[in-house]
């Protein structure tokens, strides 16, 4: 069993940044491959971006490409994602996740254990 506990978001301007942190517990992450996913009111969830469980492979959303950054620390049990050039359109509850295979997937019911999210707000 994996616990995972986000922390990091609030609310920035435009053009700023934040650094999500997901701390895991319980077991080690270092065999899970790592995402974070986001929902905004009245949206589905959306994959965000993810990691490889040795975090040499990662994968990103077109709309975060160039803008956010996956990485992991596996030392720390810790995953984070840098969120830079934040657009109001980021705005949305952030999830980290874990998906028991290691390898990078995409889809929400791929993923084993979820935290319970960060709020992320972006003002104009």
């Known amino acids: 069993q994996v616990q995972l506990v986000e922390s990091g978001g609030g609310l920035v301007q435009a053009g700023g940044s934040l650094r999500l942190s997901c701390a895991a517990s319980?077991?080690?992450?270092?065999?899970?491959?790592m995402g974070w996913f986001r929902q905004a009111p009245g949206k589905e969830r959306e994959f965000v971006a993810a990691?490889?469980?040795?975090?040499?492979?990662?994968y990103y959303a077109d709309s975060v490409k160039g803008r956010f950054t996956i990485s992991r620390d596996n030392a720390k049990n810790r995953v984070y994602l840098q969120m830079n050039s934040l657009k109001p359109e980021d705005t949305a509850i952030y999830y980290c996740?874990?998906?028991?295979?290691?390898?990078?997937?995409?889809?929400?019911?791929?993923?084993?254990?979820w935290g319970q999210g960060t709020q992320v707000t972006v003002s104009s």
């Open positions: 990691i490889s469980y040795s975090g040499s492979i990662t």
């Open positions: 996740a874990a998906s028991a295979p290691g390898y990078i997937v995409t889809m929400y019911y791929e993923y084993d254990y």
């Open positions: 319980g077991r080690t992450c270092s065999s899970y491959a």
